[in-house]
């Protein structure tokens, strides 16, 4: 079956509604099997073009999740990017501002974690953490040093996004390709998740009263991030909207999305020149005696 990735693209100029999006929609797969089959597919071509990636040396890319508490980041991640080879592949995952991030501008810590070229970065959380959560709670700008003047809350977003879509150009100039992936789960879905994590020893560790307590702002989180998409997705680093509330269907449109950014790179090995060649056939010779 051949998955379309491109309808849950937010495209540029586009004003989406994010309750007018699906949060779930039809299997793209048969059955249990037949979603394994499909997975293991994608995950081997995506080692492929990894190993590609790695050889050529001539981009990078970056991956960014975003959602809310459950939405199935972590799985997504680690059964998306199974394949790929750990020395080509950096995971980060933003947990709240250290004192040392918080003396910096709010961009520093993520740009730090920027993966080379030839390499694959993924940004578990982002530097949109500072216009999502810290949006929901402005309290939190407190902690940010900020002078009285850039504390304007008519500009401030304004500026964040600009800052962050000035820095993703610079990027795909630079030859860093952006995708920024918005897992889209329910507030249903969510609770059903928060149940079922209290009886999982593998999950009700990082599971806390601070993750109910973020449920009372639901509909904020979903105001500012229908305002992000809206706002940060471009033709150089666009936005997917990804239905959630069924993991294994999230996780093959995931590994879609990111097939389709690297089938799109021009990719090489590079080429064995004269001199090399005849370096490898001296080797050959040596080998043999």
């Not at 509604?17 to 597919?41: E, F, G, M």
Request: proline fraction near 4%.
């Amino acid at each position: 079956m051949k998955i379309d990735s491109e309808k849950f693209r937010v495209r540029p100029g586009e004003v989406i509604k994010l309750n007018q999006l699906p949060t779930r929609v039809a299997p793209l797969y048969r059955s249990k099997k037949n979603y394994s089959a499909i997975l293991r597919q994608h995950v081997s071509e995506l080692s492929d073009l990894q190993q590609l990636l790695y050889g050529s040396n001539r981009y990078a890319l970056l991956l960014i999740f975003q959602g809310m508490d459950a939405a199935g980041k972590d799985g997504a991640i680690r059964h998306v990017m199974s394949g790929i080879n750990p020395q080509g592949c950096d995971v980060t995952s933003f947990k709240q501002p250290s004192a040392d991030e918080l003396e910096h501008d709010f961009l520093w810590r993520s740009t730090r974690r920027l993966p080379e070229r030839g390499r694959i970065g993924i940004f578990n959380r982002s530097y949109y953490e500072e216009v999502l959560v810290t949006r929901v709670h402005p309290e939190l700008l407190d902690n940010e040093g900020l002078a009285k003047e850039l504390r304007d809350d008519k500009n401030l977003w304004q500026q964040r996004y600009r800052s962050i879509i000035d820095l993703e150009r610079h990027l795909h100039d630079n030859g860093t390709r952006t995708i920024k992936i918005f897992l889209h789960l329910s507030h249903e879905e969510q609770r059903k998740r928060f149940l079922e994590r209290i009886d999982q020893p593998d999950k009700n560790w990082k599971f806390s009263l601070a993750d109910i307590h973020e449920r009372k702002y639901w509909k904020k989180y979903m105001d500012v991030f229908q305002d992000c998409l809206n706002t940060t997705s471009t033709a150089h680093a666009p936005w997917f909207a990804v239905p959630a509330d069924d993991k294994e269907n999230a996780r093959l449109i995931v590994s879609t999305i990111v097939l389709n950014a690297l089938r799109s790179l021009e990719m090489a090995y590079p080429k064995t020149t004269a001199k090399r060649r005849a370096e490898l056939l001296a080797i050959r010779k040596h080998l043999k005696k």
